[in-house]
């Protein structure tokens, strides 16, 4: 058992298992049958002390030393850091912010045509930009090159995660909707906002960003 661990794509795999465990109780919460249910609760008490993060993380890390060049070990990497950020702190919340970035920096160099990596860049960007002002002092305090970004920044991610897109994708539409209101471009944003909102994709996920859109459209009606 022990040789799998010195093997990139089964520690790949392995990180990528635990953040879909982290996604799935974050969306669906505990189960319904006894066993389900217990097993559920123990697995969710794991993730709300960020155990699962930190063990995705762990076998990344090591996935990492043994093949550095791989964009897909970077991109999984950034998406378990990001998943663990409202079970830390502050401090540690703009720390993992620089790893997220350097994570999917080096993801996209390897594979720019990812749609994936310039959406990740852009919700990074667009969390910068919308960072409140004792956030921004710590994080002044902890680095000497603080993140910052604007949310034209972000805009150009979401815009280029779009061109690359093979389908609809309505979370991404949604968010460059939200640099559009964000710069004051609110007749653009309920156009992108229409577009969201004709986008048919069904699952779970849509039902909370349906919602965002449909709150959004209510308020900027008026741009149209």
């Known amino acids: 058992m022990s040789d799998f661990f010195t093997k990139p794509n089964f520690l790949l795999e392995l990180g990528i298992s635990f953040c879909l465990v982290v996604s799935c109780l974050k969306q669906f919460g505990?189960?319904?049958?006894?066993?389900?249910?217990?097993?559920?609760?123990?697995?969710?008490?794991?993730?709300?002390?960020?155990?699962?993060?930190?063990?995705?993380?762990?076998?990344?890390?090591?996935?990492?030393?043994?093949?550095?060049?791989?964009?897909?070990?970077?991109?999984?990497?950034?998406?378990?850091?990001?998943?663990?950020?409202?079970?830390?702190?502050?401090?540690?919340?703009?720390?993992?912010?620089?790893?997220?970035?350097?994570?999917?920096?080096?993801?996209?160099?390897?594979?720019?045509?990812?749609?994936?990596?310039?959406?990740?860049?852009?919700?990074?960007?667009?969390?910068?930009?919308?960072?409140?002002?004792?956030?921004?002092?710590?994080?002044?305090?902890?680095?000497?090159?603080?993140?910052?970004?604007?949310?034209?920044?972000?805009?150009?991610?979401?815009?280029?995660a779009e061109k690359l897109a093979n389908f609809e994708w309505k979370e991404n539409k949604l968010m460059i909707a939200k640099c559009k209101i964000a710069t004051g471009d609110y007749k653009e944003a309920m156009d992108w906002l229409t577009q969201a909102s004709n986008c048919k994709q069904g699952d779970g996920l849509d039902d909370k960003i349906d919602s965002e859109v449909k709150v959004l459209m209510e308020k900027y009606n008026s741009y149209r």
Not at 31 to 47: P, R, T, W
């Open 30 to 160: 505990t189960g319904s049958s006894f066993i389900l249910e217990q097993v559920a609760v123990f697995l969710y008490s794991c993730l709300n002390s960020s155990l699962f993060g930190d063990l995705g993380i762990e076998a990344l890390d090591k996935a990492l030393e043994l093949k550095k060049d791989d964009a897909q070990i970077h991109k999984w990497y950034a998406v378990l850091v990001g998943s663990r950020s409202e079970y830390v702190s502050l401090q540690e919340r703009i720390d993992d912010g620089h790893k997220f970035k350097k994570h999917v920096d080096a993801a996209i160099a390897l594979s720019p045509d990812d749609a994936s990596l310039h959406y990740m860049l852009g919700r990074f960007d667009f969390e910068v930009a919308g960072l409140k002002w004792y956030e921004r002092k710590v994080a002044a305090a902890l680095f000497s090159e603080p993140p910052n970004a604007t949310y034209t920044d972000a805009l150009q991610h979401f815009i280029q």
